[in-house]
């Protein structure tokens, strides 16, 4: 349950550390957490895009499988911003600001780079075996 509550917060770091990043580059992935109820709220939207992730992620990367292949896996990134951007459009702690191929942009950027912290992060975490 720890380990869980863990990924989660550090899921919500990654989510603020990719917000920075996509704003020193120009893009519109906006990030609010001035204090605590907003941090309350951005674990909430970081819950709904892992729940979103979990569950139609799924079922999208299942049916474009062929394109997937064809791709040799790259189009799972075109997944993956869409789910961010169905997750930021619930603005609950994040939002993508822009329209059209902007806001896909930045989805898209924001979460190469949200994958990338969090892996990095993510070795820092204790393992769940029993030595």
């Not at 892992?50 to 292949?69: D, R, V």
Request: proline share 2%; glycine share 8%; with cysteine.
């Amino acid at each position: 349950m720890t380990k869980l509550l863990l990924r989660w917060v550090l899921l919500a770091v990654s989510v603020i550390g990719a917000s920075f990043v996509s704003q020193a580059l120009g893009l519109g992935f906006d990030v609010r957490v001035h204090d605590t109820s907003e941090f309350l709220k951005l674990l909430l939207g970081v819950a709904v895009l892992s729940l979103l992730n979990a569950t139609l992620g799924k079922i999208i990367k299942f049916l474009t499988l062929p394109l997937s292949c064809l791709t040799l896996g790259l189009f799972s990134l075109v997944v993956n911003a869409v789910i961010l951007m169905i997750a930021a459009s619930f603005k609950l702690g994040f939002e993508i600001t822009g329209s059209g191929f902007q806001a896909f942009e930045a989805a898209f950027v924001a979460s190469l780079l949200i994958a990338f912290i969090n892996g990095v992060l993510g070795m820092f975490l204790p393992d769940d075996k029993d030595d």
